[in-house]
């Protein structure tokens, strides 16, 4: 399965789109490019990539916050570094690494990515995505698409009683505890009874309750 087809085969114009931790918005901007909507909704709290969300001016609603359970303030862990690989991205290729910044403090992640270093933490805004939806009148979300770092568990939990309208979620997950606390598969499965399976890639999964 190719995950941008099943976005153009299953959602549609004016879908309610969640994207968490969108990064540069390299991801982003082949969704948006797929899905014609005014209804996309990216969170990401890093500052060296709130620089780049805000120049490229993508037609999606960009928030500097970090989601997580608690509405409040957290550390946020800033990774840094350049692996050895030419990815052919000028936005990879030419910033510092920062797709592996979390909430959790890293664990695990110093011995699976040595050339991946991690700088002091710096304090975030998080909110809950329950009190986001409140906010902005949104009832039901019909994709998720989840790059958090290891929380997994505190992401989910936030959505509170509107994951049950929540349709599919696109979830990275790692079975070493890359970072402290962080779930595997089976965890984060078991926040919702209903959820399925739709598709395993291997790093991440699809999930649906239909």
Known sequence: MDIYDFIKNN??????????????GI??????NIVKTN????FDPD??????????NLNV???????????GYTDFYLSTGHPNVFFGDKLLD???????????????????????KFLPPITIRTMRVD????????NSIDFVWMDVQGAEIEVLKSFGNILQSTKFIYTEYSNLEL?????????????????????DFGTDILIGTI
């Open 11 to 24: 959602l549609k114009t004016n879908s309610v789109i969640f994207e968490i931790g969108c990064h540069m």
């Open 27 to 32: 991801d982003t901007e082949k969704i948006s």
């Open 39 to 42: 209804n996309y909704h990216c």
């Open 47 to 56: 500052p060296r990539n709130a620089k780049i969300m805000e120049e490229r």
């Open 61 to 71: 609603v960009y928030n500097k916050i970090g989601i997580s359970d608690v509405d």
């Open 94 to 116: 030419d910033n510092d690494w920062s797709a592996s910044s979390s909430i959790k403090k890293p664990k695990l992640h110093y011995n699976w990515s040595p050339w991946c």
């Open 131 to 138: 009190t986001y939806c409140k906010i902005n009148n949104i």
């Open 179 to 199: 970072y402290e606390g962080s779930p595997n598969k089976e965890e984060i499965m078991k926040i919702n009874e209903k959820w399925k399976i739709i598709h």
